[in-house]
């Protein structure tokens, strides 16, 4: 958004960002947001609020929560650091899942098998699960429902 003499209200920015007016409220009342009010006490937004806003926008599409967001957005945050590094590592988890699901996918795509349980080379794709070392899965004697 260019710079503008006159602030925007709380339904100019969810349009201009297509999110729902309530949301922006949220994320006031969380702390995110500090829009100036006018005399009539009607949200006033300024181009730092913008900023803020979409700072917010990107940081949820980067899979940060809320919490996160805020540490991010406090000068004063002592725990940015490890929020953020903790963040980094949860990427990387994810990052690492999705590969697996992506050979998983080539595999079964280009497996002769109709079906792919009965793979003797898929049987690698699932084995931390049946082993109970996956950290997406609890351990087998964790899952009692699990009939071996």
């Known amino acids: ?38 005399s009539a006490g009607r949200r006033r937004y300024g181009d730092a609020d913008v900023y803020r806003v979409a700072v917010v926008l990107r940081s949820k599409a980067a899979g940060m929560s809320l919490e996160q967001i805020a540490v991010l957005l406090d000068q004063g945050a002592a725990d940015r650091h490890r929020v953020l590094e903790a963040h980094i590592a949860d ?43 996956s950290v997406e899965f609890p351990s087998p004697q964790h899952r009692p429902w699990l009939v071996r």
């Open 1 to 38: 958004m260019k710079s503008s003499a006159t602030p925007w209200s709380v339904g100019d920015i969810a349009k201009r960002f297509g999110i729902a007016t309530h949301v922006l409220r949220h994320w006031e009342d969380v702390g995110l947001l500090d829009p100036a009010r006018d």
């Open 91 to 133: 990427l990387d988890a994810r990052m690492a899942e999705m590969e697996r699901s992506r050979e998983m996918t080539v595999h079964a795509l280009e497996c002769r098998a109709h079906d792919i349980a009965t793979c003797p080379g898929f049987k690698r794709q699932v084995q931390d699960i049946l082993d109970g070392t």
